[in-house]
């Protein structure tokens, strides 16, 4: 144990340019991409790779609460899973709920609470299922924005997309979006998810400690990159929706053309008396 609180002392997280191991600036994202829409039997679902993360989520409702005794007669329920693979990480992970997991399946719950149309779905449930292929830190984030683009894809009434980033502590200074490195070795980590448009808070977690000044560059930090990662959702949406001109080709029945069948051209002969 102290061997590794040493290791964790010597370990130079940001180097003399200010970069970090990755090579980010601390105010960098890892590089991001979502794909909406990515399976069938969901009536929505979204992919998402986040630097070394990658995960899938799918979404199903509103659909008839089960079992029935959870209904509420006001409102749908807001269900999520979030199940990490035992492939995920680099040592196998026993499979199946644990602390952890039951934890950040409830706070995103409740952050899709905020904001689904729930009062319009009275007896229904909405349930949100993400997937963690790979893990390496913000899994959390990658699952919540990824089953945003999901409720979307599925569409389930919302106020509006949510998109999620954590903002942490290395080597004493804050920095943006923590890879797994960064997050065993720094001071803190905190994820938070935002309502874009309005600028609203529905999750914010903290792991280590933060001053107040701090804390609040971190939020500033994180906030905006909610900005960036909204562009990204809505970009997933807008490629998976959008009907390019090439789409209604292929869509259209094929033009008859005026070659026959045997690829002659149409003699005299083949029109009738009138020559019509
Ligand atoms: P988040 O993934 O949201 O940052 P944590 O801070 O709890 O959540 O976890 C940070 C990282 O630690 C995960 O992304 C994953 O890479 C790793 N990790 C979490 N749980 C396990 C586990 N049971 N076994 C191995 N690695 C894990």
Same mark, same amino acid.
């Given at each position: 144990?102290?061997?590794? %609180? /040493?290791?964790?002392?010597?370990?130079?997280?940001?180097?003399?340019?200010?970069?970090?191991?990755?090579?980010?600036?601390?105010? %960098?994202?890892r590089? *991001?991409r979502?794909?909406?829409g990515?399976?069938?039997?969901?009536?929505?679902?979204?992919?998402?790779?986040?630097?070394?993360?990658k995960?899938?989520?799918?979404v199903?409702?509103?659909?008839?609460a089960?079992?029935? /005794?959870?209904?509420?007669p006001?409102?749908?329920?807001?269900?999520?899973?979030?199940?990490?693979?035992?492939?995920?990480?680099?040592?196998r992970?026993?499979?199946?709920?644990?602390?952890?997991?039951?934890?950040?399946?409830?706070? *995103?719950?409740?952050a899709?609470?905020?904001?689904?149309?729930?009062?319009?779905?009275?007896?229904?449930?909405?349930?949100?299922?993400?997937?963690?292929?790979?893990?390496d830190?913000?899994?959390?984030?990658?699952?919540?924005?990824?089953?945003?683009?999901?409720l979307?894809d599925?569409?389930?009434?919302?106020?509006?997309?949510?998109a999620?980033?954590?903002?942490?502590? *290395?080597?004493?200074?804050?920095c943006?979006?923590?890879?797994?490195?960064?997050?065993?070795?720094?001071?803190?980590?905190?994820?938070?998810?935002?309502v874009?448009r309005?600028?609203?808070?529905?999750?914010?977690?903290?792991?280590?400690?933060?001053?107040?000044?701090?804390?609040?560059?971190?939020?500033?930090?994180?906030?905006?990159?909610?900005?960036?990662?909204?562009?990204?959702?809505?970009?997933?949406l807008?490629?998976?929706?959008?009907?390019?001109?090439?789409?209604?080709?292929?869509?259209?029945?094929?033009?008859p053309?005026?070659?026959?069948?045997?690829g002659?051209?149409?003699s005299?002969?083949?029109?009738?008396?009138?020559?019509?």
């Open positions: 144990m102290e061997d590794i %609180e /040493h290791f964790a002392k010597a370990m130079k997280l940001i180097d003399a340019d200010g970069r970090r191991l990755d090579g980010r600036k601390f105010n %960098e994202l590089p *991001i979502i794909e909406a990515v399976l069938r039997r969901a009536d929505g679902s979204a992919y998402m790779e986040w630097g070394g993360n995960v899938l989520a799918a199903y409702g509103p659909r008839e089960h079992p029935r /005794h959870l209904q509420d006001a409102r749908a329920l807001v269900q999520c899973r979030y199940n990490m693979a035992p492939f995920s990480v680099t040592d992970k026993r499979p199946g709920p644990d602390r952890r997991s039951v934890e950040i399946s409830k706070v *995103i719950s409740e899709f609470s905020s904001v689904v149309f729930a009062e319009q779905f009275p007896r229904t449930s909405v349930d949100i299922f993400i997937e963690v292929l790979q893990a830190a913000g899994t959390r984030c990658a699952g919540l924005t990824a089953a945003s683009v999901a979307a599925a569409g389930v009434p919302m106020r509006d997309l949510v999620s980033c954590a903002s942490g502590k *290395i080597d004493g200074v804050v943006l979006d923590l890879n797994k490195d960064e997050d065993n070795f720094g001071d803190a980590d905190c994820p938070t998810a935002v874009p309005t600028g609203e808070i529905v999750l914010l977690q903290m792991d280590g400690h933060l001053t107040s000044d701090e804390f609040e560059k971190a939020m500033d930090l994180s906030i905006d990159a909610a900005r960036r990662i909204y562009d990204l959702q809505r970009d997933a807008r490629r998976r929706y959008s009907v390019t001109l090439e789409d209604i080709l292929k869509e259209s029945p094929p033009v053309s005026p070659m026959q069948p045997e002659r051209l149409p005299e002969d083949d029109f009738g008396p009138e020559g019509i």
